[in-house]
């Protein structure tokens, strides 16, 4: 068997893991993605079509996952007061207290070394970019590792959003992220 097969397996292996730990708590892996997307996104990435673009799925589906997962009480609405047909979406403290629940997949990571788990890291974020990048798909990067991100002292500026960010905000997941590599 070649090596880029097991990689492909061993992913696949990962994911069942992640998808079995996922199911409970009256919630499944496809609303799991959208709370764990929603909770690392930063304000201007939560609308239902940011949330489909980083779960490579459509509208449709985007729209039956936030709606189950406000009627369970994980996230809530939010309506723009400049467009009222423009909507995002916050994770509430049941859903963030949810989310915060380590998985079978962090534990295990807590068993490997700091050089093992550096490793791996790195090795996955280059596949990550790899695949979104033959697909054609958006990055969705942490804004301090965005082109248009410049450092300040107390946190950064978004040069693309004329922005200033807080020092949370840089490290949360951005909709218009550019790889700065």
């Not at 709606?67 to 996230?75: D, E, M, N, S």
């Not at 380590?102 to 974020?125: C, D, F, K, N, R």
Request: charged content about 30%; some cysteine.
């Amino acid at each position: 068997m070649n090596d880029k097969r097991r990689i492909k397996e061993l992913i696949e292996r990962l994911d069942r893991i992640t998808a079995a730990d996922e199911w409970g708590d009256d919630i499944n892996p496809t609303q799991w993605t959208a709370l764990s997307y929603l909770s690392r996104a930063n304000s201007f990435s939560r609308s239902p079509s940011h949330v489909a673009d980083f779960m490579t799925t459509t509208r449709g589906t985007v729209s039956q996952t936030l709606k189950a997962l406000a009627r369970k009480g994980l996230i809530t609405e939010i309506r723009s007061e400049h467009d009222k047909r423009s909507i995002s979406y916050s994770i509430t403290e049941k859903g963030e207290k949810l989310f915060k629940k380590e998985s079978t997949i962090e534990e295990a990571a807590l068993q490997l070394g700091g050089e093992e788990v550096s490793t791996l890291l790195a090795g996955l974020e280059a596949l990550a970019r790899t695949a979104l990048k033959q697909r054609g798909y958006k990055s969705f990067g942490v804004c301090d590792t965005c082109s248009y991100h410049r450092k300040e002292a107390e946190g950064g500026y978004c040069n693309l959003l004329n922005l200033p960010l807080s020092p949370p905000q840089t490290k949360q997941i951005c909709h218009e992220h550019t790889s700065a590599k």
